[in-house]
């Protein structure tokens, strides 16, 4: 196995990918590391895979795929990790705002004190401030949801261990929240580094608002499923009963309150609280079938009693 593994997914970059390439290659001949470069085009409609393309036929220790369209990040990720074949792996945009001469920290905090993941944080910012305000309230929202002290999750610059990424599916828009789904797979030593950042010097930034309202969705996703993703029940049919409980009450009441109390009053079907009530079992009715469902389903997935182990004795 190599050293190190970089992993650069990247979209129309094809004026920073040189100059990021030799400054990569800098710091890592410093270091006399074993190491692969992995290129993820996401797609680019500029001249970025030829580039790609070049710098491989002088290099060999470079690979590179290339998707037919534009998947994102995540999809550039995951079939990245899948390639990787470092004992530390460590991502980076391709915009020249992470800089490579973060190397060598990150690496010695994998390789040398253990850690099986260090998320870079970016402290010091040179983004627009309609980037920064909403990005602080997400890691805050995220924090607190995900019990991971991290100032910066969506950082492109980050460091793993080999295990680490090997374990990881990412998928939709979750690259936003590794942490979590590094966490969930039972990789709880995660720390974080504060690290420098650069300015974008080329092109304009792929990502916009329509972010933050995807994240926020990702992270309530991310956050059920980590919790009920095997037991759907417990959360459809928790709710599901106390609905139909408070509903049924409701609609006992009113027949009592009918025959025993105000027998000459109007009729129960008169009366608005007898909808609320009605309603109130409805719902709660289908969010039990909802959770039966639920469960029906998670029962006949393959990976329902899938869970990671970390070591073994005698077997």
Same mark, same amino acid.
């Given at each position: 196995m190599k050293d190190l593994s970089l992993v650069i997914p990247l979209l129309n970059e094809e004026e920073s990918l040189p100059e990021l390439y030799n400054w990569i290659l800098r710091v890592i001949q410093k270091q006399e590391y074993s190491y692969e470069i992995l290129f993820i085009d996401d797609g680019s409609t500029d001249n970025s895979w030829n580039i790609i393309q070049k710098l491989a036929e002088k290099d060999e220790n470079i690979k590179g795929v290339k998707f037919r369209r534009n998947y994102g990040k995540s999809a550039a990720l995951n079939t990245a990790f899948k390639q990787t074949n470092g004992f530390v792996v460590i991502t980076m945009d391709a915009d020249l705002q992470d800089s490579p001469d973060e190397i060598p920290s990150l690496y010695n905090m994998v390789r040398e004190y253990g850690f099986d993941l260090v998320s870079g944080w970016k402290k010091k910012r040179y983004d627009p401030i309609m980037k920064t305000i909403p990005?602080?309230?997400?890691?805050?929202?995220? *924090?607190? @949801? !995900? %019990? @991971?002290?991290?100032? %910066?999750? $969506?950082?492109?610059?980050?460091?793993? $261990?080999?295990?680490?990424?090997? $374990?990881?599916?990412?998928?939709?828009?979750?690259?936003?929240?590794?942490? /979590?789904?590094?966490? !969930?797979?039972?990789?709880?030593?995660?720390?974080?580094?504060?690290?420098?950042?650069?300015?974008?010097?080329?092109?304009?930034?792929?990502?916009? /608002? %329509?972010?933050?309202?995807?994240?926020?969705? %990702?992270? @309530? !996703?991310?956050?059920?499923? *980590?919790?009920?993703?095997?037991?759907p029940m417990h959360f459809f049919g928790l709710i599901g009963t106390l609905m139909f409980f408070v509903g049924f009450l409701c609609a006992f009441w009113l027949g009592l309150d009918k025959l025993l109390i105000h027998t000459s009053g109007r009729l129960i079907t008169e009366r608005p609280e007898f909808y609320i009530a009605l309603t109130s079992m409805i719902i709660g009715s289908q969010l039990f079938l909802a959770g039966f469902l639920g469960e029906l389903v998670s029962k006949n997935s393959v990976e329902r009693n899938s869970y990671q182990i970390k070591e073994k004795i005698g077997l």
């Open positions: 990005s602080k309230f997400f890691n805050w929202v995220t *924090r607190k @949801i !995900s %019990d @991971i002290d991290l100032h %910066d999750f $969506n950082c492109g610059l980050k460091a793993y $261990n080999y295990e680490v990424v090997k $374990n990881l599916e990412v998928y939709g828009e979750m690259h936003r929240y590794i942490p /979590l789904l590094a966490k !969930s797979e039972g990789f709880g030593n995660i720390t974080e580094k504060v690290v420098s950042h650069q300015s974008r010097k080329y092109g304009n930034t792929k990502f916009g /608002l %329509d972010r933050f309202i995807n994240g926020f969705l %990702d992270l @309530i !996703s991310l956050a059920f499923v *980590r919790r009920f993703g095997k037991k």
